[in-house]
């Protein structure tokens, strides 16, 4: 606890991701092999949302600067599913992700179990979340092909070790214990796999949605999780925490700045901001947090690529230089 | 559609299934082996939601009358993840069921995902959806595990069939061919793999939710399901159709029954009534299917056992006796 507050008051104010995007996009950078088939990630978008839009946009920008063809495909969402069936079989590309939502509610659910597992670089399918929540590394029996997480919680993990909050000073896997940790989402693709990470790293983490409170803390078994029901009320579990995460994707949901105590560690990832801004005052704000995401999204794709490759060519290509990280082991 | 209006003329009015659940129930109780381990569905309940008592508790009395075992658990919903595992790994379990919602949302969907395909009594993993939607008939490469359908839509394509809908002198896979169905639900569980199902078997399907409605028909390789989007509105489906499907959970939704053709055949499996009770003065009115529901959960038992049996003896154990149907061949 003291810990953390000293780091805030080190680095009070609002904080701007892009060194922390900028070291892992430099690192995809180095690992992109010359004389190889380019890394390739298709993308479908099915609407006209001019958010979705501009974050390709940006996307694209980027990997297309670390040595990745980011190829986007504008469809209808009718032939989405068929779509990503013959990217599926396509051995050019390596990753594919779509702009949700296509229909809403679990036909999506669905369609994110369409893309095969080995090219889900959104780390959203099923198989990926499963392997996550009971610490299974790889996809395969042989343990060739590793998994990967979700880019934004993992996005989420990257900012928090380095804005120094892990204490490496403790075993590995108990990097955040005795911190409280509140994440104001439990959808399956950020907010429930962040709790899980944050939990397997050793806090003990308040998930909140609008059916209520759930805890997740480490299992009994290294890798696993344990989740509980509570008592404590949604401000309450705010009041208590070290860091709080916010992904209420509604401008109107705004976070009381009162609940947040001095020092608290506030990461808003909703698109639009869920607290007053006027807390930089007296927390470490991170805002907006979707460059690391990117970076993430890159980082996934190259773990794949080195995957397919390795099935290719019986492991000749060397793996991707990123160290040893918390999240990924 | 004069066949569809001479066969509703004759058996115009409300239709109780129990004859047609009695059939299949009488060939699962002949298809139980005498001299082998007793079929097994363990079901789980995280509520204390009365619906869902009383169903389990009219399903438990369905499967020991005809030789099945069920064994209903009440147990935390922060557990059931982990239970679901044990049973995944216990060779003396042969489904699984759980009573939905749990958590809610996407979250219950991962938790569908968790069963084990081969042992997903009701037919609600990714994976045995996904085969329906794609014409696989086995969850195996060595074609010995055959999949099963999700139980409610089954027992609705079970229930118009017994109506003597299908026209059986039409080729195999157009028996609906001519015929316009209205499913007013698309959920992932039941709305949307029924509209797959009568498509399949040539009908041209309007799939109505909140959002609106999309189009589904045969796909051209056999098998297959295109999905289209469509300028026709919710009511102008519902006047078109020779069968209308509702499930809207809500005794609120009423469809008007100004805007049902005389001859329609209605089939309710909200649980509560989306229309007026005297629309079967003009229409053949299914007004509940949960009795052919648990029939069909017995059939998906069965086939489960077979599969898992045959694993352990070689295939030494004779297949359930029920006939080729439109929906399973």
Redesign the interface.
Known sequence: MEEINSIVSAKKGKIDVTPIATLFRNEVKESVPANMPKPRIVAYLTTDDQGAIDYAKWTKIACNKDGIEFILKKI?R?DL?DAIIDANNDDSVHGIMVYYPV?????D??LQ??VRPDKDVEGMS?TN??NL?HNIRFLDEKKTKKCVLPCTPLAMVKIIDHLGIYDKSLPFGEHLKGKVVTVVN????VG?PLAAMLANDGAFVYSIDL?GV?CFQAGKRQGTI????TTVSKEEAIQKSDILILGVPSPKYKVDSALIRDGTVVINFAGCLNVDESVDSKCIMVPAIGKVTIAMLERNLMRLYNNQMQSYTGGAVASTSTATTEAQQ
């Open positions: 209808e009718v599913e229909f809403g509610g679990m036909l659910a669905y179990d369409v099923t979340r499963f929540y439990r959808s399956e693709i429930r059916n759930i344990k989740m509980s029901e």
